[in-house]
C-alpha cells in the first residue's frame, strides 16, 4: 500500500510539472511520428531510390498547381479592374487543368456575360463536365445561377437551369430555386415566377422566407411595383414577416412611381410594420409632394401600433404647416414634451414654410418658442419678416427690426435691402431713411427703394437727389433706376418733370424702354388724359417699342373710371387686334367699373368676356374676389354659384381677404352651412387668426340668415383677440332689430359708452332702428340724444327710422312733425322717409295720410325706388285699383330709369290675387320667371292659386320651382319654397282627394331632387285624406270598413 501511494504521489508530481507543457510535447511527438511516416522511402533502400523519383514529380505537379491557382487569381483581379476579355484567357488557358470554385464561377459568368453571351452556357458546361467530380455541385449551379440572374434575360436563365439539370444532372433543392426566382423577378418576368413557384408547390414543397424577399427585391429593382406588392401580400399571407429593407425598398419605389399611397395601403393592409426609417421617408415625401392627407393617414397608422420616432416630427411637422393645418400647433407641443431636439435649422425651415401657407398661428409659437429661450439669430427674424410680408403686414415686419437691435444683433447687408423696401411698402419714410444710414454698404437696390418711398411721399426733390448720390457712388446705374425717379415724378403729377427726365434718358442711353413708355402712360391716365396717352402710344410704335398688355390696361382702367365704356372697349379691341391678348388685369379693370357705372347691357359683355377669354380666375385671388363682388352686385346666383364650386375644386388655400368674400358669396346664397364650413377651415384647420373684416363678414352672414344668438357669441369670443369695429356693432344691431330684441341693443350701446369708442351715424341708425321696429320712441329719443352730445350730426335715415318709430306706435301727427323737421333741414333728398310713412299708411288703412304724402313726393320729385314702386302696388291693390298698380309699375321706373326688381313683380302678383285677376297673376310670374324668379315669388305666387283653388296648379309651380318631371330648374340653388308653402298644397291635394294621384308622386319626386322634406309634409297628405275620405258619408259599418281600407292605402303609400 505504501508502494503505490508513493507511486502515485510520483505520478502526481511529473503530470503537476508536464502539465503546461503537454500541448508542445503532444505536437512534438505527433510531428515525429508523421514526418516517419512521409519519409518511409528514406529508409527502405531501392524503394527509396524511387521515392526520389515520385518526390522529383510530385515537385513538378506542385510547381505547375502553383501557376495555375496564379492565374485564377490573375483572372479575378481583371474581372474586378473590368478586364473582362483579359480575365477571361487567363481563366481559359487554366481551367482545363482545375476546376473553378464557385467564387471564381462568378466572376467566369460575369465576364462570358459581358463579352461572350452567345457562349456562355456551353462554356460554363464544358468546364464543368471536364471537372465533373470536383465542380458538378450544388454550389458550383447556384454561383452560376445566381450571377446569370442578375444581369441576363429569362430565356438565359432557363437555359442555364436547363443545362444544369439535363446535362450536368444537378438536382435542384431550395438554394437553385431561390437563385431561379430570384433571377426571374430581376428579369421583370412575373409569369416565369410564378410558374416556378406553381412547380415548388407541385414537389411539395414551400418558398421560404428568402425566396420571398429574393424575388420582391428582384421585382422592385426592375422597377415592377405592382409584382413587388403582389408577393409582399403573399409573403404576410405565409405568416412570414417582410424584412426591413424589402419595406424600405417598396417606399422608395413607390415614391418614384408616385405611387407611395397605394404602398402604404398594401402594408397597412397586410399588417406590415414600418421601420423608422421608412416611416420617416414618408413623411418627406409627403412633403416632397405636400401631401397632408396621407401624411395624416400614416401618421394615424403608426400611432396606432406605437409612438412617432423622433426623426418623424421634422417632414410631419413641416408637410403640416406648408397645408396651413392647425396639427402643426399640436406636433410642436408634442416635440416639446417629449424633448425632441429642435434646432435652429428647424426652426428656420418651418418659418421659411409658414410664409408660403400665411400660418401665422404657428409662425408666432415658433417664435415665442425661441424668444422664450434667448435663440432669435438674425436668420430667425428674417424668417419671420418673411412670414410677415407674405401675409401683407409689412409693418409688423418693420417692427422687429427695433427688437433686432435690442438683442444685440447686427443686420447684415441683405436684411437692410429688405427692411427697406418693407418701409417703403407701409409708408414709414422715416424708417427706410434710418436704415439706409446705417447700412453698411448702399446697393442700387437699395437706393431704388429710397427712391420709391420718395415716389410715395410725392417728393420729387428728394427722389433726384437720390439718384444723384446713386450716380455719386460709381455704381453702373442703368434705366431702372431711372424709370424709379419717373415714377416718382409721375405719382407727384409731375408730368413736364416726367418728359424732361425721359428726354434725358433717351440722350444717356439712346433709347426708352417699355418701363419707361409704361410709366409716363401712367401718368398720363391717371390724369384721365387720353388724347396724350394715344399718342405716346403712337410714339412707342415709331421708337419701335411696341405697347404691350400693361400700356393698354392704362388706357383701359383710364376710360372706365370716367364711366366711358365704349372708349374701353375700343382699347380692348385694338389691343387684341394686334396679337395682344387681355389677361386677368383687363378682366379686373373692366368688372371693377361695373360696380360703378355698369348696366344690364355692359355686364352681360363684360362677363361673355369673361368666359371667352378662358383666363383661370381661380389662380388670381384680386380677379376672384372682385368677380364674386360683381355677381353679388349683379344677382348673378348661378355665375356665383359654379364660382364657387369651382374655387372649391382648385383645392387652392383662400388668404384672409378672400375668406371674407367667400363668406359674404355664401351668405347670399343662403348657405349659412358653407359660411360655418370656410370659417372653420380659416380659424381651426389652418389655425389662422381672422381681421376685422372677415370677423365682420361672418356676424353679417349670421346675422341675415336669422343666427343673431350665434353672432353675438362669435363676437364675444374673438372681441378680446380681433377688436371691434363699429361695422361689427351696426351688424349686431341690425340683427337684434329684425329679431325684435330691442333692450339688447340698448345693452350693447352702454357698453360701448362705457368703453369710450366713437361712434358713428350708422351704427346710431341701427340701433335706433331696433326701436324703431317695437315703437319704443322713448328709446328713440334717448339715442337721439346721445348722437347729439356725441357730435353726430343725424342723417336721412336717422329720421326716417324716427318716423318709423312713431308710426309704429300708431302716433302719424308726430311722424308727420319729424317729416316738416326733416324738409326744415334740407335732409328730404330722397325717398326713404316717404317710403316709411307710405308703407305704414297702407299697413294701417290710412289712404288719406298717403294720398296726401304721396302728392308732396310727386310735387317735390324726389326719384323713387324698387320699394316705392312695391309699397304703391300694395296700397292700389288693397284699394282694389289694380289697373293703376299696373301703371306704377310699368311707368316709374320708366320715367326714373331704373329696371324693376322682382320684390315689384311679387307685389304685383299679390294685388291680382287680391283683386281675383288669376290671368294677370300668372301673366305678371312668367315674365317673372323669364327674368329669374325667387322662392319668394314662388310662395306667393303658390299661395294665391290654392286660395283660388287652383290646387293642380300650385301641385305643378312646384314641380317647375325644382325642375321636376325632367323639366329645367328655376329656383336657384341653395333657395327653397317655404315648408308652409309645401304643407298647405299637399293639405289641399288631401282635401280634393289628389294625395295618392298627386301629392305622394310629387314627395317622392322632390326627395328625389334632394330637396329638404320633412316630416310633417308627409303627414299633411295622411290626415287630410283620411278625415276627408271619399264616399264615407254612411256612418255605421260600412263606414268604419271605408274608413280602414283607407288607413291601409296611406300605410301602403
Known amino acids: 500500500m505504501e508502494a503505490a501511494s508513493n507511486l502515485q504521489y510520483h505520478l502526481d508530481s511529473v503530470t503537476d510539472f508536464l502539465g503546461p507543457w503537454w500541448v508542445e510535447v503532444c505536437f512534438i511527438i505527433f510531428f515525429a511520428f508523421g514526418y516517419r511516416f512521409i519519409r518511409l522511402d528514406v529508409f527502405g533502400g531501392k524503394e527509396g531510390v524511387q521515392g526520389k523519383k515520385h518526390a522529383g514529380k510530385a515537385l513538378e505537379s506542385t510547381k505547375g498547381n502553383v501557376k495555375i ?25 487554366a481551367q482545363a487543368q482545375v476546376a473553378s470554385s464557385p467564387d471564381t464561377l462568378r466572376l467566369v459568368v460575369q465576364a462570358l456575360a459581358s463579352t461572350s453571351p ?7 458546361a464544358a468546364h464543368l463536365e471536364a471537372h465533373r467530380a470536383a465542380a458538378c455541385n450544388t454550389q458550383s449551379a447556384l454561383a452560376v445561377l445566381d450571377t446569370v440572374g442578375h444581369g441576363q434575360t429569362s430565356e438565359v436563365l432557363d437555359e442555364v437551369c436547363g443545362m444544369l439539370r439535363t446535362r450536368l444532372a444537378i438536382p435542384m433543392n431550395y438554394q437553385l430555386y431561390e437563385a431561379l426566382l430570384a433571377g426571374h423577378a430581376f428579369a ?23 425566396a420571398y424577399a429574393l424575388i420582391i427585391k428582384g421585382f422592385l429593382c426592375r422597377g415592377n411595383l405592382d409584382a413587388g406588392l403582389k408577393h409582399t401580400q403573399a409573403m404576410r399571407k405565409q405568416g412570414f414577416y417582410v424584412p426591413p429593407f424589402a419595406v424600405g425598398l417598396l417606399f422608395r419605389i413607390g415614391s418614384e412611381s408616385e405611387r407611395l399611397k397605394d404602398v402604404f395601403e398594401v402594408c397597412l393592409e397586410s399588417g406590415i410594420s414600418l421601420p423608422h426609417e421608412t416611416v420617416c421617408f414618408a413623411f418627406e415625401d409627403c412633403l416632397k409632394r405636400s401631401d397632408c392627407a396621407l401624411a395624416a393617414t400614416i401618421e394615424a397608422a403608426v400611432r396606432a401600433g406605437g409612438d412617432l420616432p423622433h426623426g418623424a416630427f421634422d417632414p410631419l411637422l413641416k408637410v403640416n404647416v406648408v397645408a396651413g393645418h392647425s396639427h402643426a400647433l399640436e406636433l410642436w407641443e408634442e416635440m416639446q414634451a417629449l424633448g425632441v431636439k429642435v434646432t435652429e435649422g428647424l426652426c428656420v425651415g418651418v418659418l421659411a414654410r409658414s410664409a408660403e401657407s400665411k400660418h401665422l398661428r404657428f409662425a408666432e409659437e415658433v417664435t415665442k418658442y425661441c424668444r422664450d429661450r434667448n435663440l432669435m439669430t438674425i436668420a430667425l427674424y428674417s424668417a419671420l419678416m418673411k412670414v410677415y410680408v407674405y401675409c401683407g403686414f409689412f409693418g409688423r415686419a418693420c417692427d422687429l427690426y427695433p427688437e433686432i437691435l435690442e438683442k444685440g444683433l447686427v443686420p447684415d447687408k441683405i436684411m437692410y435691402g429688405c427692411l427697406m423696401r418693407f418701409a417703403v411698402e407701409c409708408g414709414r419714410t422715416e424708417l427706410s431713411q434710418e436704415l439706409s444710414r446705417l447700412a453698411p454698404q448702399l446697393d442700387v437696390q437699395n437706393y431704388m427703394s429710397l ?6 411721399d410725392k417728393d420729387v426733390e428728394r427722389a433726384f437727389g437720390l439718384l444723384q448720390q446713386l450716380t455719386a457712388t460709381g455704381e453702373k446705374v442703368d434705366l431702372a433706376a431711372y424709370n424709379c425717379v419717373l415714377d416718382a415724378c409721375v405719382c407727384a403729377g409731375a408730368l413736364t418733370r416726367a418728359r424732361e427726365l425721359a428726354e434725358d434718358m433717351r440722350a444717356r442711353f439712346g433709347r426708352l424702354d417699355i418701363v ?7 401718368g398720363f391716365t391717371t390724369a384721365c388724359n387720353l388724347k396724350d396717352a394715344y399718342a405716346l402710344l403712337r410714339e412707342m410704335e415709331q421708337d ?17 373710371c370716367k364711366g366711358n365704356f365704349k372708349e374701353a372697349w375700343g382699347a380692348i379691341e385694338e389691343m387684341e387686334s394686334k396679337g395682344i391678348k387681355a389677361d386677368h388685369y383687363t378682366v379686373s379693370i373692366m368688372l371693377k367699373a361695373l360696380k360703378r357705372f355698369g348696366g344690364s347691357r355692359e355686364s352681360t359683355r363684360v362677363l361673355a368676356m369673361v368666359d371667352r377669354l378662358g383666363v383661370n380666375v381661380c389662380q388670381e385671388e384680386v380677379l376672384l374676389n372682385t368677380l364674386i363682388e360683381v355677381c353679388m352686385h349683379l344677382g348673378q346666383t348661378k355665375r356665383l354659384q359654379d364660382l364657387l364650386a369651382l374655387y372649391d375644386r382648385s383645392g387652392n388655400k383662400p388668404s384672409q381677404h378672400l375668406y371674407g368674400a367667400l363668406i359674404k358669396a355664401c351668405s347670399q346664397l343662403k348657405r349659412m352651412n358653407k359660411c360655418k364650413e370656410y370659417w372653420q377651415d380659416m380659424v381651426v384647420e389652418r389655425a389662422m387668426q381672422p381681421n376685422d373684416i372677415v370677423l365682420g363678414c361672418m356676424l353679417d352672414a349670421l346675422v341675415c340668415n336669422g343666427l343673431v344668438g350665434e353672432a353675438v357669441e362669435l363676437f364675444k369670443e374673438w372681441k378680446p383677440k380681433v377688436g371691434a369695429n363699429m361695422v361689427m356693432y351696426s351688424t349686431l344691431a341690425k340683427g337684434f332689430a329684425v329679431e325684435g330684441r330691442a333692450h339688447e341693443a340698448m345693452e350693447m350701446w352702454r357698453g360701448i359708452q362705457a368703453e369710450g369708442a366713437p361712434m358713428n351715424t350708422v351704427v346710431y341708425n341701427a340701433l335706433i332702428d331696433a326701436q324703431a321696429r317695437k315703437g319704443a320712441t322713448a328709446e328713440v329719443a334717448d339715442l337721439f340724444a346721445g348722437m347729439v352730445v356725441d357730435g353726430i350730426k343725424p342723417d336721412a335715415i336717422t329720421y326716417s327710422t324716427m318716423v318709423k318709430a312713431h308710426c309704429v306706435k300708431g302716433d302719424m301727427n308726430k311722424a308727420l312733425e319729424v317729416l316738416a323737421e326733416m324738409q326744415a333741414v334740407g335732409l328730404v333728398k330722397d325717398c326713404i322717409v316717404f317710403n316709411t310713412i307710405l308703407d305704414w299708411c297702407t299697413k294701417s288703412n290710412r289712404m288719406d295720410i298717403a294720398d296726401r304724402v ?7 320729385q324726389i326719384a323713387p325706388s324698387n320699394f316705392t314702386v312695391g309699397i304703391l302696388i300694395k296700397m292700389y291693390g288693397r284699394r282694389r285699383m289694380l289697373d293703376k298698380a299696373f301703371v306704377v309699375a310699368e311707368e316709374m321706373p320708366t320715367k326714373w330709369g331704373f329696371k324693376a326688381n322682382p320684390q315689384v313683380f311679387t307685389c304685383l302678383i299679390s294685388a291680382c290675387f287680391l283683386n281675383n285677376n288669376l290671368e294677370r297673376a300668372f301673366q305678371v310670374f312668367q315674365e317673372l320667371r323669364e327674368n329669374g324668379a325667387d322662392f319668394k315669388s314662388y310662395n306667393v305666387i303658390i299661395g294665391g292659386c290654392l286660395k283660388a283653388g287652383k290646387v293642380q296648379e300650385a301641385a305643378e309651380l312646384i314641380e317647375d320651382a325644382y325642375g321636376l318631371n325632367g323639366k329645367e330648374r328655376v329656383l336657384p340653388h341653395g333657395q327653397n319654397i317655404s315648408p308652409e308653402t309645401l304643407e298647405s298644397v299637399m293639405h289641399a291635394l288631401g282635401q280634393r282627394g289628389l294625395a295618392e294621384k298627386v301629392g305622394f308622386p310629387l314627395i317622392a319626386n322632390l326627395r328625389a331632387a334632394k330637396v329638404p322634406v320633412n316630416g310633417r309634409l308627409m303627414t299633411s297628405a295622411f290626415d287630410v285624406d283620411v278625415k276627408f275620405p271619399p264616399r264615407q258619408q254612411g256612418r255605421g259599418r260600412q263606414g268604419g ?8 292605402k296611406a300605410a301602403a303609400a
Open 118 to 124: 452567345d457562349t456562355l452556357v456551353e462554356e460554363v
Open 854 to 860: 304721396l302728392q308732396e313726393f310727386n310735387e317735390l
Open 451 to 456: 427712391i420709391r418711398a420718395a415716389g410715395r
Open 544 to 560: 419701335g417699342v411696341g405697347p404691350n398688355d400693361i400700356s393698354y390696361n392704362s388706357i383701359i382702367n383710364a376710360a372706365v
Open 1041 to 1048: 270598413q271605408g274608413k280602414a281600407r283607407q288607413q291601409d
Open 188 to 210: 421583370g418576368n412575373d409569369e416565369r415566377v410564378d410558374d416556378i413557384c406553381q412547380e415548388i408547390s407541385d414537389i411539395g414543397q414551400k418558398r421560404t422566407a428568402r
Open 69 to 93: 491557382e496564379e492565374l485564377h487569381n490573375r483572372a479575378k483581379e481583371e474581372v474586378i479592374a473590368g478586364d473582362m476579355i483579359g480575365a477571361l484567357k487567363s481563366w481559359r488557358k
Open 516 to 522: 419707361t413708355y409704361n410709366t409716363l402712360l401712367k
